[in-house]
């Protein structure tokens, strides 16, 4: 069945972006991602124009963390002062990663970023997700015991201005929630994705929040911004495409209620495991795009 | 460009006004494509009668060329090298006056039908497009980058050149198919008949077709453009919205 994309300026088939949609909700409702990162690379390998798959699965995450974020937010998992300051921080983020994307966008050089954030982002955590998840499955032997962990990293114990977060069990300034949230806002924009797989780690690993509140409020934050994303791509680039948007969320939104209750089942591990082979082939299948010689040379940019 | 085209017309303006010579009388079979929902392209028929003084068809051949061109804009030709083991954008070159669309089917082989002068007057074939290119380039990286634009449209099929799309019957009928792909930009297009005869142009007729949005795609593509803040906040809102129901529907479920 194909559907006409209005603002892309081509048919899809409508099938496959509505299954695109479940099997990213899918995963999403399975291990807590938004998915973007999934959603972006395949609506530009199926031949959407970078921009429009950009925007429109930015507008695809706000639909897919609501029901997430909800669930927290009943058991109580959502830290709104600290959610605020994350927030904040992205929607500057966003402000900006939004003049960055039309500058590389006029020099011709967006694809090219995107790809590189890409292949560097997901390559990274790709690796350290399939090492941790190989480690808890007995796979690979962890190593004895190096370093005992500081629970705060001392960058961001010599911050000015501290606060109190009282659900994150935290006193620190709020500068280094809010640089987190700009970093964030910023590939939100420039990549499509949500952030969850930087933020998550980051609230953990630099900031020691308790864990019982990174994901609710990293959902909050990923809710909130990308919000603001899509309204800074509808204003800037004009590349929110909402037919495309909404058939992406059909198949998502479902595939997320269906993935939480599989997540029940299934040994989380497992899951991580999963995710950190299908992060890594993403990587691996746009780090070729950038060495292969590309079957188009040209590119065609309206002035 | 607009002085060719001037002369073009004073070639051609004798030859139609003559009543020794044939006419045309063309016609497309859609004067109005719209693109709707499920629009995956069209097929456009373009026919007509060639008409001779005094009825008799002659015994010598004619030809048929049929042009259909669409919106000509300036556009960014940008080209990739490999730099550090990674393909980007590198050098680019503008062109002031490319066609969004081009295509040409004719009964013969372009080349075999004019000579250049009279194919680069009426833009006949896609070897003899008029693109406009930017002045700073040298001769040799201007053709480079015209191949690179003409062989990435014709991989969208956005430029084709059809050397025996046009079928004549008994010297009389004509008729050519051209496939609109689902890409193409809306607004005017032309499509413009040639009667050949001994590589000398003798008839020439032009008619428009318009290529627009309608209904929904349309309205969604203009409140896109027009009213981009609130067509952002009801993109988030639906969004919200489906996120929303779908936890409420298998809650209850």
């Given amino acids: 069945m194909d559907i006409y994309l209005p603002v892309a300026g081509l048919s899809v088939n409508a099938l496959m972006i509505t299954a695109l949609g479940g099997v990213v ?12 990162f999934l959603t972006t690379p ?51 983020g966003s402000l900006a990663g939004g003049g960055l994307f039309r500058l590389l966008q006029n020099s011709g050089q967006i694809d090219t970023v995107i790809a590189l954030l ?22 690979i032997k962890p190593k004895p015991n190096a370093k005992p962990r500081r629970r705060h990293n001392p960058l961001i114990a010599v911050l000015p201005l501290r606060w109190r977060f009282y659900q994150s069990g935290l006193y620190i300034s709020p500068l280094a929630p809010f640089a987190l949230g700009f970093l964030s806002g910023m590939l939100t924009v420039l990549l499509g994705v949500g952030g969850g797989f930087i933020i998550v780690p980051a609230m953990i690993y630099l900031l020691g929040m308790s864990t019982t509140v990174v994901v609710g409020t990293s959902l909050m934050q990923i809710l909130f911004v990308t919000a603001a994303t899509t309204l800074v791509h509808a204003t800037t680039t004009k590349s929110v495409d909402i037919v495309l948007a909404v058939l992406l969320l059909l198949g998502s939104v479902v595939g997320a209620q269906f993935g939480a209750r599989f997540a029940q089942k299934v040994k989380p591990e497992l899951l991580r495991m999963v995710l950190a082979i299908i992060v890594l082939a993403v990587a691996f299948r746009m780090a070729l795009g950038l060495g292969w010689r590309p079957p188009e040379i040209y590119m065609i940019d309206s002035l | 460009m607009r002085l060719l085209r001037a002369l073009a017309f004073l070639l051609i303006a004798p030859l139609v006004l003559g009543a020794s010579e044939p006419k045309l009388v063309p016609d497309v079979s859609q004067r109005e494509i719209e693109i709707r929902y499920s629009f995956t392209g069209a097929e456009l028929l373009l026919f007509g009668a060639i008409l001779y003084p005094g009825g008799r068809v002659p015994t010598d051949r004619v030809d048929v060329a049929v042009v259909v061109k669409g919106p000509v804009q300036p556009i960014l030709v940008r080209e990739k090298q490999k730099v550090a083991g990674i393909w980007m954008n590198v050098e680019s070159e503008r062109f002031r006056s490319a066609p969004s669309f081009y295509a040409v089917a004719s009964s013969r082989p372009v080349s075999e039908l004019v000579d ?7 833009e006949l074939g896609l070897q003899n497009l008029q693109l406009s290119p930017g002045a700073g380039a040298t001769p040799e990286e201007r053709r480079r980058f015209e191949a690179g634009l003409i062989e990435l449209q014709q991989r969208h099929q956005l430029y084709k050149e059809d050397p025996n799309g046009v079928e004549i019957t008994d010297g009389v009928l004509y008729r050519a198919r051209i496939n609109i792909p689902a890409r193409v930009q809306v607004g005017n297009y032309t499509a413009e008949t040639f009667l050949i005869r001994d590589g000398r142009v003798i008839a020439a007729a032009v008619r428009e077709i318009r290529i627009e949005k309608l209904g929904f795609e349309r309205f969604v593509a203009e409140a896109a453009d027009r009213w981009s803040l609130l067509y952002g906040v009801v993109a988030v809102a639906i969004s919200l919205f489906l996120g929303w129901a779908a936890s409420a529907i298998f809650r209850r479920g």
């Fill in chain 1, 25 to 36: 909700g899918l995963l999403s409702g399975m291990v807590g991602v938004g998915g973007g």
């Fill in chain 1, 42 to 92: 395949i609506l530009i390998f199926y031949g959407i124009p970078p921009a429009v798959a950009v925007a429109s699965s930015t507008t695809q995450i706000t639909g897919t963390s609501v029901s997430g974020m909800l669930a927290h937010r009943r058991r109580r998992g959502v830290d709104y002062r600290m959610g605020a300051v994350l927030v904040a921080g992205g929607t500057f």
């Fill in chain 1, 118 to 139: 890409y292949v560097v982002l997901l390559g990274s955590i790709g690796t350290l997700m399939a090492k941790e998840a190989a480690t808890a499955l007995d796979i």
């Fill in chain 2, 116 to 122: 250049e002068r009279f194919a680069a007057i009426y």
